[in-house]
């Protein structure tokens, strides 16, 4: 049983692009979470989907940014114009059901050049 | 709101000492959990403790959950150069994501 997949590992964007970051879910696990590590800090929670739904936005930033997880695939944070302030590590962690232990990807490393 | 709390950020020690890094939570919680993260590395999950008393041991880290005080620990024995790393402590409730603490980063001098 794969763990939680994420791709890119790194990505290079020049600001005012877009960056697509994925999240593969461990096989059987429908809730997706995903946290942005800012250099030499900790965590920050970012959203909470499950299959299809948005369940908690709450640390997602109000312009640009944006989630999904379908029914079938990956789930995907979306990156709008980006900034050179968005250049982080994101990381994805995914669980069985809501409440379960949940268990984080690689990460993926975002820099805007 | 959950808030964790992690003391000390920065620790610097001789190889061979002992030291505790602490975690203070502010509500109850369901789980905690510890994590190691080396420069430019993803997460490795090092402990999850689920109650109360609840200790646990990996070579030389140990950690320990005390649900009534809110605190949890870990402590490092006799310290060796390969354990220089940032941990982080974070917490979570069955009805809510996880939780992280600003990490503390433990430089052990050889």
């Known amino acids: 049983n794969a763990g939680v997949m994420q791709n890119p590992r790194h990505l290079v964007r020049r600001r005012g692009q877009e960056a697509r970051l994925r999240c593969s879910p461990m096989?059987?696990?429908?809730?997706v979470y995903w946290y942005r590590q800012l250099p030499e800090e900790g965590l920050k929670f970012m959203v909470y989907l499950q299959k299809e739904n948005i369940i908690d936005e709450s640390g997602m930033p109000k312009e640009r940014f944006s989630a999904e997880f379908p029914k079938e695939g990956p789930s995907i944070l979306r990156i709008q114009q980006v900034v050179r302030g968005d250049s982080a590590a994101y990381f994805c962690a995914s669980s069985p059901v809501r409440g379960a232990e949940a268990f984080f990807g690689q990460g993926t490393r975002l820099t805007v050049v | 709101e959950l808030k964790v709390e992690q003391n000390p950020l920065f620790l610097s020690m001789q190889e061979g000492k002992n030291y505790t890094i602490y975690c203070n939570y502010s509500t109850t919680s369901d789980r905690l959990y510890w994590y190691r993260q080396d420069p430019g590395k993803s997460l490795e999950s090092l402990f999850v403790l689920l109650s109360n008393g609840a200790v646990k041991q990996e070579g030389r880290l140990m950690a320990s959950l005390d649900t009534k005080a809110r605190l949890s620990t870990l402590h490092i024995t006799a310290a060796v150069h390969d354990l220089s790393a940032t941990y982080f402590c974070a917490v979570d409730r069955a009805d809510d994501k996880i939780i992280f603490g600003k990490g503390t980063r433990l430089h052990i001098l050889p």
């Open positions: 096989k059987g696990h429908s809730h």
